[in-house]
């Protein structure tokens, strides 16, 4: 079942803050970021874990929200190099199980 | 984290021939999977390479198409066969395992098909 991201897509000026959803109408063990800018692989950022804290990487966090299956990824005072495009995968059950992808939010931080 | 590699890193094909895709992790991991993503789209999961055995195929995907290798925990082979302008897409190794539960992807293979 593929994850519902929103927004599609945001457009940021430079010091602004941004919040991407990500949710699941099947309960989930794991949800996992990703930043994947143009011509490039997608890079991992985090992964939130049920029951699992609030995680952080440089000025993004992200949260997860286990009763509603829904993770929130927040950025603050973007950077231009943020620009790219956000996926989230989640994972249904712990173990050697393969992500599955939302559709991405295209996020562009403009000077 | 795990460094991925794949070769070719692009090629440029023509239509009814085939390319293997090698994928090479620099150290043992559990789970490798290879997945595909057309211009634009998202991560679509092709198939689990399982180790000594045969590769696990998601709903639209079959092995005479792409049929896969895993002979060892650090190595694995994509084969794109008889291919038509819609297999244009990059292909994508990614691992996970060794004792994380991260999954990390290689570098990717842009394929395109004339």
């Known amino acids: 079942q593929q994850p519902v991201q929103s927004p599609q897509a945001v457009i940021l000026r430079e010091g602004e803050d941004a919040v991407i959803n990500c949710s699941s109408s099947?309960?989930?063990?794991?949800v996992h970021w990703y930043r994947q800018k143009h011509g490039e692989a997608p890079v991992f950022l985090m992964i939130?874990?049920?029951?699992?804290e609030q995680m952080r990487h440089e000025k993004i966090s992200a949260s997860f929200n286990e009763k509603k299956q829904q993770s929130s990824l927040y950025l603050t005072a973007s950077q231009l190099s943020y620009s790219g495009t956000y996926f989230c995968?989640?994972?249904?059950?712990?173990?050697?199980?393969?992500?599955?992808f939302g559709k991405g939010t295209r996020l562009s931080v403009i000077a | 984290s795990a460094v991925i590699s794949q070769k070719p890193s692009r090629d440029i094909c023509q239509r009814g021939t085939s390319l293997t895709i090698q994928c090479q992790v620099d150290?043992?991991?559990?789970?490798m999977f290879w997945y595909r993503q057309q211009p634009g789209q998202s991560l679509t999961l092709i198939a689990t390479?399982?180790?000594?055995?045969?590769?696990?195929?998601e709903s639209g995907f079959v092995i005479d198409k792409f049929p896969i290798s895993r002979p060892n925990l650090t190595f694995s082979t994509l084969t794109v066969s008889n291919m038509s302008p819609e297999d244009s897409s990059i292909y994508l190794c990614?691992?996970?395992?060794?004792?994380?539960?991260?999954?990390?992807f290689g570098p990717g293979t842009r394929l395109t098909v004339l």
């Open positions: 150290s043992q991991v559990t789970m």
């Open positions: 099947k309960a989930l063990y794991s």
């Open positions: 995968g989640t994972e249904k059950s712990s173990g050697n199980t393969p992500l599955v």
């Open positions: 939130l874990l049920k029951g699992g």
């Open positions: 390479a399982n180790q000594g055995s045969e590769a696990t195929y």
């Open positions: 990614s691992v996970k395992g060794g004792g994380v539960n991260e999954q990390f």
